[in-house]
């Protein structure tokens, strides 16, 4: 089976501008988690979708959005950059969500913001 | 509330040494427990998973970690350590819901390894 693919790999952005981050899951799973990793902070969960509709949400601004299409394909949003959101952007996906599964990484996005 | 703490955010060991990442956990409730690996500029690999169904548990590339209820531990070891190993390691707890997420994770430690 293929594993999470993210795209793009890199980005560089300007403050102000707002940016779009997509996340493919492993096939047959329903369950998309996207973190941000920074040096400081370490890996903070942002948000998690299940079947199309955000389950659970971590402590991040409204800036700060996502969504879940009908194949389990996931995008996150990002308005009105600012430096501080520089960041690796990761996304997990699982089968179900649930405690006992297993979480499994894509590459995950590098965002800067100048 | 559940957390993961990691003693020591650097260790370093020389090749064919044992490695000892150590990892601490508070629940409230019967854990699972993970550990990730991550190399520069790569996503989250999964190393192993406790889920009680045995306290010691073996993962990918030679490494084990043992579930301790009475230390509230689940550290990861590698009898001896390549090259390849050296990257960053994650611990972390898994909690259904909430703000935190399903997956708390620790601070990290980098593993470095001296040839």
């Known amino acids: 089976k293929a594993g999470v693919t993210q795209t793009p790999r890199y980005l560089i952005k300007t403050r102000g501008q707002q940016v779009t981050l997509s996340c493919s899951p492993i096939?047959?799973?329903?369950?998309v988690s996207w973190y941000q990793q920074t040096p400081g902070q370490g890996l903070q969960f942002l948000f998690e979708y299940f079947s199309e509709t955000q389950r659970n949400k971590g402590n991040f601004p409204g800036r700060f959005s996502g969504r879940q299409f009908s194949n389990s394909r996931s995008e996150m949003n990002v308005s009105t950059l600012e430096l501080g959101d520089s960041a690796l952007y990761l996304c997990a996906s699982s089968l179900d969500g649930v405690v006992a599964d297993t979480q499994y990484f894509g590459p995950g996005t590098r965002l800067t913001v100048l | 509330a559940q957390s993961v703490t990691q003693l020591g955010s650097h260790v370093s060991v020389s090749e064919g040494a044992l490695v000892l990442l150590r990892c601490n956990y508070s629940?409230?409730?019967?854990?699972?427990l993970f550990w990730y690996v991550q190399y520069p500029n790569q996503g989250l690999q999964l190393l192993l998973k406790?889920?009680?169904?045995?306290?010691l548990v073996k993962g990918i590339n030679g490494f084990e970690a043992e579930f301790k209820k009475s230390e509230t531990s689940f550290h990861l070891t590698k009898p001896s350590a390549h090259m390849s190993d050296a990257a960053e390691y994650f611990c972390?707890?898994?909690?259904?819901?909430?703000?935190?997420?399903?997956?708390?994770f620790g601070k990290g430690t980098k593993l470095s390894v001296k040839p």
């Open positions: 096939s047959g799973h329903r369950s």
């Open positions: 406790y889920t009680s169904a045995a306290t």
């Open positions: 972390a707890v898994s909690l259904y819901g909430g703000s935190q997420g399903n997956l708390i």
């Open positions: 629940s409230s409730v019967p854990p699972y």
